[in-house]
């Protein structure tokens, strides 16, 4: 769920008409996005960082970013 609001929200701050609905030929850019906030979030799990503190922060980030998107 985090990677995919990740690779929206990048989309709709660049301008990306792109969706999951589209191929991953058609959203290369989403897709990519998508992918690698999937291998950050391995790579999280797997290190000394807690993985609660890191959702916690991302989602400050989130609403930070969902605010100023709004203005």
Known sequence: MLAG????ALSEAIGWKEVLERKATGARGFYGVLSVSVLYGLVVQYSPISPMKALFWSAVIDGVVAVRSWS
């Open 5 to 8: 609001s990740a690779a929206y």
